[in-house]
């Protein structure tokens, strides 16, 4: 059975700082999802890793894949009230149409 | 362009009521899936497809029903709706890389 774990679960942080969120995951996995979700949203994608070693940036936020370590990090660079929201990681199961997400992020970036 | 569709939006049941949760893509995806978030918690796979007339459980089937006779629509049915089913749900469809999430349907069950 496929587990992914997050953490931390709630992060609070001062507008301009630096953190990383990490993604664990437990099983063989051939991609891996970062997503956004505002209160009361739907989500929203932000990252698709497919591969070892892969690293996405999109403005202030940075993700990257180890699958040898079963790791994704997703990192925030000088952090802007704009980003507080709760983060997602998903990860599909190997050999599997399985998408299994983590329990979530949730970020508040304080001013 | 209109993606992932779910209907109604928001829903009040009461219990043992029956109901259908639409979902609708136009993206001609072959995979579709039903997740239930409950408030402050990630999403929980309930079913998914992996194209029309195949269907397959997930981590929280129970008290679900899901059909898939097309591509485009992939609906989740409610029997006998307890209030331990009051949740938001979400369908989502996807490509090879990348998934597709509709708005949700908030329902309530009392």
């Known amino acids: 059975e496929l587990k992914v774990e997050q953490n931390p679960l709630f992060l609070s942080m001062q507008e301009g700082k630096n953190y990383t969120i990490y993604c664990n995951y437990s099983?063989?996995?051939?991609?891996l999802y970062w997503y956004r979700q505002d209160p009361g949203k739907s989500l929203e994608s932000l990252f698709v890793l497919l591969s070892n070693g892969a690293v996405k940036q999109e403005g202030r936020l940075m993700a990257s894949l180890d699958t040898k370590a079963r790791l994704s990090t997703l990192h925030i660079t000088a952090a802007v009230h704009d980003l507080s929201a709760t983060y997602f990681c998903a990860v599909g199961l190997g050999g599997s149409e399985k998408l299994v997400f983590g329990k979530g992020t949730k970020l508040t970036v304080n001013p | 362009n209109a993606g992932v569709t779910q209907t109604p939006k928001f829903r009040i049941l009461k219990i043992g009521q029956s109901m259908t949760l639409q979902c609708a893509q136009d993206?001609?995806?072959?995979?579709m899936y039903w997740y239930r978030q409950d408030p402050g918690m990630g999403l929980k796979l309930i079913y998914y497809?992996?194209?029309?007339?195949?269907?397959d459980k997930g981590e929280v089937p129970n008290g679900y029903n899901v059909s898939r006779s097309t591509t485009e629509d992939f609906p989740l049915r409610l029997e006998l709706a307890a209030p331990s089913q009051t949740s938001v749900y979400f369908c989502?469809?996807?490509?090879?890389?990348?998934?597709?999430f509709g708005q949700g349907t908030r329902l309530t069950v009392v």
């Open positions: 989502a469809s996807r490509t090879v890389t990348e998934a597709f």
């Open positions: 497809s992996v194209g029309a007339g195949i269907t």
């Open positions: 993206m001609n995806h072959n995979y």
């Open positions: 099983t063989t996995s051939d991609r």
